[in-house]
């Protein structure tokens, strides 16, 4: 049957904000899922961060916490820990993750919880008006920051490779199939599964926009050599590379309720602590 | 009968070996202990010292002076020497150099042979201890065999059992049937994060160590949602972190439990000492107006209660738990004959992930559970948090111990207290015409204190801070300055009969 994932909350995203198109992609994939038997509708959970990405959590249907700035992947970890039969999915934006949780980011990897983050990444804390973030190119003029962003930007991605990341993908918020489908590879991956979104903010750092032209298709990957060349592609900074959209790498490692018997044991059986 | 004993050396020398023994020897042998550990932050070298007292009647404190001072290295004698009593003893570790790294359980067979106890009492100890115990048994027989018996304690019918607050909490949290102990290491809060650990395959449960203090709690608020009984610890400064969460507790209604060992602060301040000057962060830590718990026991058997009481009232209110305690608590060793209260249990019971859809948020909500900004619905929220609040406190008045009192009970002469410091005061009020009036409960806060107060014609305030602040905590609810202050505040827990003079002062 297909899942109501819809709630009565009205939306307040910017008009023609790419959000809407994640969250149409999110529910197709969510609905997808559940219609196929693969996953209950009630057994996903979503931890939102804050910012103009986490309002998904209003307006969809699915369990979930919203949660503080910089905390929905611990927070997102901890209902791994709490039940680790649920589908956790963890919305973040790049000031969220890698500003105020970038602590949090590195070692996700590091735990390899079996859930998955999806990452909006438009270059700019755009709720708050338009400050850079950590990956804003260059020079981006903002009012925090009126002599323009001195640093380069970071490249998650790399970072996300360095720390052992188990799957990594980046997509565009503009192209709901890729995204649909990046997003349900993601969900059925055991591990912590990493889904960069490309975005567009249309207000505030309007010059990182209009990146379309630069993305590309790789096919799914899972060498580790190939991975680094693919990520080092897009330097979040200046608009000379080209963008490649798809599984960056994939690998198979234990997940965290693999590694811990006490978890395993509450999968093995289905169940949750209660009836431990 | 009391008899107080210096263990000193060196860290990495054993001394809290010597103090194991002993006391778990007097523990079967029918007499009271309690050791206090005083060391430093380092690993190897400094100076260490285990202050050990023995009483045939319940104490929870040491003395200034002492009696017997077992020295493992030089500067345990220079620095302890000026508080031997008159007829004190020294032994110093110089025979028993041949004992190589057996010399803390030569120094242990000593002491007992000094304090009169019988060479079959130590051999027994030394075997349930140790799996190849015969080096450490001709060790331990040296030392007894070193000395002259210099007390004749006589076997006592007491049923004794040792714990320290940090293991109690484990007692506590699994009477309970905890599911998950998140936290990051910090002192004085780590050695219950050990002692859960320890077993934790067997025992049903995971101890998780997170990145830092703030995904500790955020991992406990997202476990504790899933429908796991969780709890996370932590002390002073990794409750600095945590106060983001605490708040986004109090808004989102996902039952969190924490334990707060605190220490001297600000800062990194005395890292390995004690202070009870957390209290104002327990009681307001964490942005906005929102319900919550503190409790702050006293000793271990209150430890055990307490933290059961937490857990279930977290569960029931969909509230904050925060279990107060300190290093001087959390690493001292009690003996006591008492058994603590039964276990509040409880089950999870509320709505779950995986059952049906459950939305819960930091931000203020509607019916469905998603965000609003209406200016009714934000104020009926807030009302409805007050309003849980009266219902907290009417259920801890109801069915929880929110104080106790100790001493003569027709005294006028009140003696305000909480925490460690009530093993202090409860032994410095013994023949004194005073009350010792216990509070547990820091929030919500007894109206049996300001009945008590009232009664009372000299009221004396005891606490290890500098302002007071359970002091503070009192004036603000009910009006009144209590102006007799004993404060203490240089990271050393207060001696009781330090504090009787002081007490005795101020009748």
Same mark, same amino acid.
């Given at each position: 049957?297909?899942?109501?994932?819809?709630?009565?909350?009205? $939306?307040?995203?910017?008009?023609?904000?790419?959000?809407?198109?994640? @969250?149409?992609?999110?529910?197709?994939?969510?609905?997808?899922?559940?219609?196929?038997?693969?996953?209950?509708?009630?057994?996903?959970?979503?931890?939102?961060?804050?910012?103009?990405?986490?309002?998904?959590?209003?307006?969809?249907?699915?369990?979930?916490?919203?949660?503080?700035?910089?905390?929905?992947?611990?927070?997102?970890?901890?209902?791994?820990?709490?039940?680790?039969? @649920?589908? $956790?999915?963890?919305?973040?934006?790049?000031?969220?993750?890698?500003?105020?949780?970038?602590?949090?980011?590195?070692?996700?990897?590091?735990?390899?919880?079996?859930?998955?983050?999806?990452?909006?990444?438009?270059?700019?804390?755009?709720?708050?008006?338009?400050?850079?973030?950590?990956?804003?190119?260059?020079?981006?003029?903002?009012?925090?920051?009126?002599?323009? $962003?001195?640093?380069?930007?970071?490249?998650? +991605?790399?970072?996300?490779?360095?720390?052992?990341?188990?799957?990594?993908?980046?997509?565009?918020?503009?192209?709901?199939?890729?995204?649909?489908?990046?997003?349900?590879?993601?969900?059925?991956?055991?591990?912590?599964?990493? $889904?960069?979104?490309?975005?567009?903010?249309? +207000?505030?750092?309007?010059?990182?926009?209009?990146?379309?032209?630069?993305?590309?298709?790789?096919?799914?990957?899972?060498?580790?050599?190939?991975?680094?060349?693919?990520?080092?592609?897009?330097?979040?900074?200046?608009?000379?590379?080209?963008?490649?959209?798809?599984?960056?790498?994939?690998?198979?490692?234990?997940?965290?309720?693999?590694?811990?018997?006490?978890?395993?044991?509450?999968?093995?059986?289905?169940?949750?602590?209660?009836?431990? | 009968?009391?008899?107080?004993?210096?263990?000193?050396?060196?860290?990495?020398?054993?001394?809290?070996?010597?103090?194991?023994?002993?006391?778990?020897?007097?523990?079967?042998?029918?007499?009271?202990?309690?050791?206090?550990?005083?060391?430093?932050?380092?690993?190897?070298?400094?100076?260490?010292?285990?202050?050990?007292?023995?009483?045939?009647?319940?104490?929870?404190?040491?003395?200034?002076?002492?009696?017997?001072?077992?020295?493992?290295?030089?500067?345990?004698?220079?620095?302890?020497?000026?508080?031997?009593?008159?007829?004190?003893?020294?032994?110093?570790?110089?025979?028993?150099?041949?004992?190589?790294?057996?010399?803390?359980?030569?120094?242990?067979?000593?002491?007992?042979?000094?304090?009169?106890?019988?060479?079959?009492?130590?051999?027994?100890?030394?075997?349930?201890?140790?799996?190849?115990?015969?080096?450490?048994?001709?060790?331990?027989?040296?030392?007894?065999?070193?000395?002259?018996?210099?007390?004749?304690?006589?076997?006592?019918?007491?049923?004794?059992?040792?714990?320290?607050?940090?293991?109690?909490?484990?007692?506590?949290?699994?009477?309970?049937?905890?599911?998950?102990?998140?936290?990051?290491?910090?002192?004085?809060?780590?050695?219950?994060?050990?002692?859960?650990?320890?077993?934790?395959?067997?025992?049903?449960?995971?101890?998780?160590?997170?990145?830092?203090?703030?995904?500790?709690?955020?991992?406990?608020?997202?476990?504790?949602?899933?429908?796991?009984?969780?709890?996370?610890?932590?002390?002073?400064?990794?409750?600095?972190?945590?106060?983001?969460?605490?708040?986004?507790?109090?808004?989102?209604?996902?039952?969190?439990?924490? =334990?707060?060992?605190?220490?001297?602060?600000?800062?990194?301040?005395?890292?390995?000492?004690?202070?009870?000057?957390?209290?104002?962060?327990?009681?307001?830590?964490?942005?906005?107006?929102?319900?919550? &718990?503190?409790?702050?026991?006293?000793?271990?058997?209150?430890?055990?209660?307490?933290?059961?009481?937490?857990?279930?009232?977290?569960?029931?209110?969909?509230?904050?738990?925060?279990?107060?305690?300190?290093?001087?608590?959390?690493?001292?060793?009690?003996?006591?004959?008492?058994?603590?209260?039964?276990?509040?249990?409880?089950?999870?019971?509320?709505?779950?992930?995986?059952?049906?859809?459950?939305?819960?948020?930091?931000?203020?909500?509607?019916?469905?559970?998603?965000?609003?900004?209406?200016?009714?619905?934000?104020?009926?929220?807030?009302?409805?948090?007050?309003?849980?609040?009266?219902?907290?406190?009417?259920?801890?008045?109801?069915?929880?111990?929110?104080?106790?009192?100790?001493?003569?009970?027709?005294?006028?002469?009140?003696?305000?207290?909480?925490?460690?410091?009530?093993?202090?005061?409860?032994?410095?009020?013994?023949?004194?015409?005073?009350?010792?009036?216990?509070?547990?409960?820091?929030?919500?806060?007894?109206?049996?204190?300001?009945?008590?107060?009232?009664?009372?014609?000299?009221?004396?305030?005891?606490?290890?801070?500098?302002?007071?602040?359970?002091?503070?905590? &009192?004036?603000?609810?009910?009006?009144?300055? &209590?102006?007799?202050?004993?404060?203490? =505040?240089?990271?050393?827990?207060?001696?009781?009969?330090?504090?009787?003079?002081?007490?005795?002062?101020?009748?």
């Amino acid at each position: 049957m297909k899942p109501n994932l819809t709630t009565k909350s009205e $939306v307040t995203w910017c008009p023609g904000c790419p959000n809407n198109m994640i @969250l149409a992609a999110v529910r197709q994939s969510i609905s997808k899922l559940v219609e196929s038997g693969k996953n209950k509708h009630e057994d996903f959970a979503m931890t939102t961060d804050i910012g103009c990405h986490a309002k998904i959590f209003d307006y969809l249907n699915i369990s979930g916490i919203y949660c503080l700035h910089g905390r929905a992947i611990p927070t997102g970890i901890g209902i791994t820990l709490g039940n680790p039969n @649920l589908k $956790v999915l963890t919305f973040a934006g790049d000031g969220a993750a890698y500003a105020e949780g970038m602590a949090h980011f590195i070692h996700a990897f590091k735990y390899n919880a079996d859930m998955t983050l999806v990452l909006h990444d438009n270059q700019s804390f755009s709720l708050t008006t338009g400050q850079p973030t950590p990956t804003s190119q260059q020079g981006y003029i903002s009012k925090s920051e009126p002599l323009g $962003v001195f640093d380069k930007p970071m490249n998650p +991605i790399k970072l996300a490779l360095a720390a052992n990341a188990t799957f990594i993908a980046r997509t565009n918020a503009r192209d709901i199939p890729h995204m649909t489908s990046t997003l349900t590879k993601a969900i059925n991956h055991k591990g912590f599964s990493f $889904v960069e979104i490309i975005q567009d903010c249309l +207000i505030f750092n309007k010059d990182a926009n209009g990146k379309d032209e630069l993305m590309y298709k790789i096919k799914d990957n899972s060498d580790k050599k190939k991975a680094e060349k693919i990520a080092e592609e897009f330097d979040y900074n200046s608009k000379s590379g080209k963008i490649p959209l798809g599984i960056i790498y994939q690998s198979k490692e234990k997940s965290l309720a693999e590694k811990w018997p006490q978890l395993k044991k509450l999968t093995d059986k289905k169940t949750n602590w209660q009836n431990k | 009968m009391r008899l107080n004993i210096i263990i000193g050396g060196k860290a990495g020398q054993g001394i809290n070996k010597v103090s194991n023994i002993v006391s778990n020897v007097l523990g079967k042998y029918g007499y009271f202990t309690f050791n206090y550990r005083d060391y430093q932050s380092l690993v190897r070298g400094g100076h260490n010292f285990n202050a050990l007292s023995i009483s045939d009647s319940p104490t929870e404190s040491n003395d200034t002076t002492i009696d017997i001072l077992a020295a493992l290295d030089d500067r345990s004698v220079k620095n302890h020497k000026q508080s031997l009593k008159k007829d004190g003893m020294i032994m110093t570790a110089e025979k028993f150099e041949n004992e190589g790294r057996n010399i803390n359980i030569a120094i242990a067979g000593a002491v007992l042979k000094i304090l009169g106890i019988p060479l079959i009492e130590l051999e027994n100890e030394i075997k349930s201890q140790f799996k190849k115990y015969e080096e450490a048994l001709v060790s331990a027989k040296k030392g007894f065999d070193s000395q002259k018996e210099k007390f004749s304690l006589k076997k006592l019918n007491n049923k004794i059992a040792i714990l320290s607050g940090s293991e109690a909490i484990v007692v506590g949290a699994r009477n309970s049937e905890i599911d998950l102990y998140i936290a990051y290491p910090m002192t004085p809060a780590t050695n219950a994060m050990h002692a859960i650990a320890n077993k934790q395959v067997e025992n049903n449960l995971m101890v998780f160590q997170a990145e830092n203090e703030i995904a500790a709690a955020s991992m406990a608020i997202g476990s504790s949602f899933a429908g796991a009984k969780t709890m996370t610890a932590t002390s002073g400064g990794g409750f600095d972190l945590m106060g983001e969460t605490l708040s986004l507790q109090g808004i989102s209604g996902i039952p969190l439990t924490v =334990y707060l060992a605190s220490r001297p602060g600000p800062g990194t301040g005395v890292p390995t000492y004690t202070a009870q000057a957390d209290l104002d962060i327990a009681l307001r830590a964490g942005h906005g107006e929102f319900p919550r &718990i503190v409790i702050a026991p006293g000793n271990p058997i209150e430890t055990i209660e307490k933290t059961s009481e937490a857990l279930f009232l977290a569960e029931k209110f969909k509230t904050l738990s925060i279990i107060l305690s300190d290093k001087h608590l959390s690493e001292s060793e009690f003996s006591s004959t008492e058994k603590p209260n039964k276990t509040p249990k409880f089950k999870i019971t509320r709505t779950l992930p995986g059952k049906d859809i459950v939305k819960n948020s930091s931000y203020e909500v509607d019916k469905y559970g998603n965000s609003t900004e209406d200016p009714v619905l934000t104020e009926k929220n807030a009302d409805k948090r007050t309003e849980k609040y009266n219902e907290i406190k009417k259920f801890v008045e109801k069915n929880f111990e929110m104080t106790k009192i100790h001493g003569k009970k027709n005294s006028k002469n009140l003696v305000i207290g909480w925490g460690s410091t009530s093993g202090a005061i409860k032994d410095a009020i013994k023949n004194l015409d005073a009350k010792f009036l216990q509070v547990l409960y820091c929030k919500p806060l007894s109206p049996q204190i300001k009945k008590e107060i009232k009664k009372a014609n000299k009221v004396i305030l005891v606490e290890c801070n500098i302002t007071g602040q359970l002091g503070r905590l &009192i004036r603000e609810k009910t009006g009144i300055k &209590i102006e007799n202050r004993l404060l203490k =505040y240089n990271g050393r827990p207060f001696q009781s009969d330090e504090l009787k003079t002081l007490i005795k002062n101020k009748l």
